[in-house]
Each structure stands twice: as structure tokens, then as C-alpha cells.
């Protein structure tokens, strides 16, 4: 007689392990969802624009294949064919470099993201601004493992109560003994299922926490006064150097002081723009928030200004490294002449600011492999003589260039020491 409670056993193990590793290694196969998301996901959405351009439809905006596989593997070298489609998009973006994929993508692999990106749903027009737009689109598939590990665990008990309810029919029509079930709260074998179930999902949770802990992506406080982004740096094109000045001579861009506010608004008391409104709806009284800069300042309109009776503005902070990482904001935007969007996402574009990326290692270390170092005109990087030698002769490739990890931008010590 097959032995009912073994094939049950076995196919409950079996399935448990399946959704092991589904759980714990989701991304394994390296499709085009996966090459998007790992790729492609920080600065593009299918269907919104972000920090680049919406990818719906991109090949029908390229005459060409072969030359949108051109861009997408070294956008800098192919500015330089003087393709007029290439060069208004590079402009339309504020001249924010693509990251060079060029030896890190394959043809096949941008094909599979390419397909990948025609597969995905367009959204409801209405919600393409969402800033929760790409997560929708995308997906956390995490709540349907959830889902899947639940009903597969319910299967395997009503299998269990089958076998046993089976074995004992076959019992009595062999005339054997009847023996007492087990109470379930005392059966071994339900309670080892119970205990493994949970420690498979305990641990991808506390996996998947540890991972996340004391990142903070998307995190958008609200402030002691409404600043808009949208409005200063946006709309009147205010350099954010002007307000940052510490980006180019040091480790911190610097808050600017109430003195830097009052520079403008000594003489610009009531706001006249376009409507402000928040994310959730909630329109602001800009001349209201100009006022509460007043309050700081110690300022009345008409009034001589004693600079000596403003107090600072307590502002909340939002990109916050962890004390054991040393990252020096002029390295990176004086002498590494990296562009502000490419970590703090469309500033220009933002009312109250938000992190617009996770700041982990991992991300920092992708973008230093497939970065160039802007050696021309860059008086910081002449002690690599070596390089400027190579590429001058043609040793290196001037279209490949040099990434910041051949400088040694991935050692360990770099940043933590």
C-alpha cells in the first residue's frame, strides 16, 4: 500500500523549498524586469517621466536600433556623432550624463529590458505624477510570496488530516487497532511544519529589515517653513550654489543662514506665482510662508533689519549618511563635476524635498563603476598622469574613458576609515 503520509511529507518539503528560494532570491533570473530594476529603475520610469525621460514607446521615438543601443551603452560618446534627437534630449534634461552601460549591458540584455518595458501596464493618467507612480508600476511582489507561502502551508495541513483520516480507514479494514490522533497542538510533525514556515518567513522579514535599516528613500518631512524647490531653483532659476555654498568648498553643502533668505526677500514680501499646492492636495499660502521667514529674521516690512536678532530656522534634516562614511560633496561636485540630479533626483522640479535615492553602498559603488572621470579641464585629477598619457596615445579608449573605480573609487578605505 503506498504510504500516503510520505508522499505528503515529500511534497510539502519540496514545495517549502520552492518557495524558499523564491522568497530569499526573487531576483535570480536575470530577465528584463530584473536588468530594468537593477539598471535602469533609479532614474527612469516606464511610464513618468523622473530624472530621465518616461521609456514608453522609446524605440518608436529612435529611427534606429542600432543607435538607441548606441546611446544606452555610452550616452557621452554618441552626443559626440552629433545626432540632433540625442543632443535635444541630453538638453531637455539639464544636460544630466547617462550612466555608461557600455560593458555592463550586452545587446541581448537591453533587448530584454527593451521587451520588458513594452510589457509593462500603462497607468491611469491621473496618477503618472504620483511619486508612488514607478512602485505601482514596477511592483513589490513581497505580499503575494506572502500570500502563496500561506496557501501552500494550508494545503500541506489538509494533506496531513487526509493521510491521517486515509491511514486510518486502511487500519480498519485491516482490523488493525484504531490508535488515538493526536491532539494538533501535540503532533510533532505539525509542529515542526509550523516552526520551519515561520522561520522561513521571520527570516526573509528580518533579512529584507536589515537590509532597509537606516535607509531612508523617499523620506519627505515636513518643514518649519514651506520651501519650494519648484519655485526658486525651477522657475526662477536660482543657481543651488547660491544657496549651497558649501558644495564646492567642502564636505557639506550647508544650509543657507536666514541672512542668504533675506538677501531676496528683504525686498520681496508677498508671493504672486502660480499656485502652490502639496502632494495630498493642500494649496500654501506663500505669503504666509514668506512672513514665517520674517518671524526668524526678526524682520518688519518698512522697518530697518538688525541682522543680530535673527534666530535660525530649525530645518528638518532628510539625507543623512551614517557616521562611519566619509562623502565630501565638493569631491564629487567640484572636482568629480557630478551633476546635483543625479543623487538628489529633478530638484528643480520638487515643492518640499525628498530622498530621492536609498544613499546604500551598493548604490554609491554602481554608480563609481560606471561613472567617467571628467579628466578634461580638471585641474584635481593631474596627479593621474599615467592616464592622460593613455588616453592621449589612444592606449585607452577616449569613448570608454575612465571610470572611478579604476582609481580606486570601490577600495574599501576610500570611504570608510
Known sequence: MISFRRIAKASFVSALLLMGSVLLNPASAQDGKTLFNTNCASCHKVHAKSTGP???????????????????????????????????????????????????????????????????????????????????????????????????????????????????????????????????????????????????????????????????????????????????AGINQINCQYCHTGVYQGKQATIPSVNVCMNCHMGINEYKGEPIVTEDGKEINGTAEIQKLYKYAGFEPGKPWDPSKAKPIEWVRIHNLPDHVYFNHSQHVKAGQVACQTCHGEIQKMGEVKQFADLSMGWCINCHRTTQVQFKDNGFYSIYEKYHQDLKSGKIDSTKGITVEKIGGTECQKCHY
Open 54 to 232: 518616461a521609456l514608453a514607446g522609446v524605440e518608436d521615438r529612435w529611427p534606429d536600433k542600432a543607435k538607441l543601443h548606441a546611446w544606452i551603452k555610452n550616452s557621452q560618446a554618441f552626443l559626440k556623432t552629433g545626432d540632433k534627437y540625442a543632443n535635444d534630449l541630453y538638453n531637455e534634461y539639464n544636460k544630466v550624463a547617462m550612466n555608461k552601460f557600455e560593458g555592463i549591458l550586452d545587446e541581448k540584455q537591453i533587448d530584454d529590458i527593451l521587451a520588458y518595458i513594452k510589457t509593462v501596464p500603462a497607468v491611469d493618467p491621473k496618477k503618472v505624477d504620483s511619486p508612488d507612480t514607478g512602485a505601482a508600476a514596477e511592483g513589490d511582489h513581497s505580499l503575494l510570496f506572502g500570500i502563496l507561502t500561506l496557501i501552500l502551508a494550508v494545503v500541506s495541513l489538509i494533506l496531513l488530516q487526509v493521510n491521517s483520516n486515509l491511514k486510518k480507514l486502511a487500519d480498519d479494514r485491516e482490523g488493525q487497532p484504531a490508535v488515538e490522533p493526536v491532539a494538533f497542538w501535540k503532533n510533532k510533525s505539525y509542529i515542526a511544519m509550523v516552526t520551519v514556515v515561520l522561520f522561513v518567513i521571520g527570516g526573509y522579514l528580518t533579512s529584507k529589515g536589515a537590509m532597509a535599516l537606516g535607509r531612508s528613500k523617499d523620506y519627505q518631512p515636513e518643514q518649519p517653513i514651506y520651501y519650494s524647490h519648484k519655485v526658486h
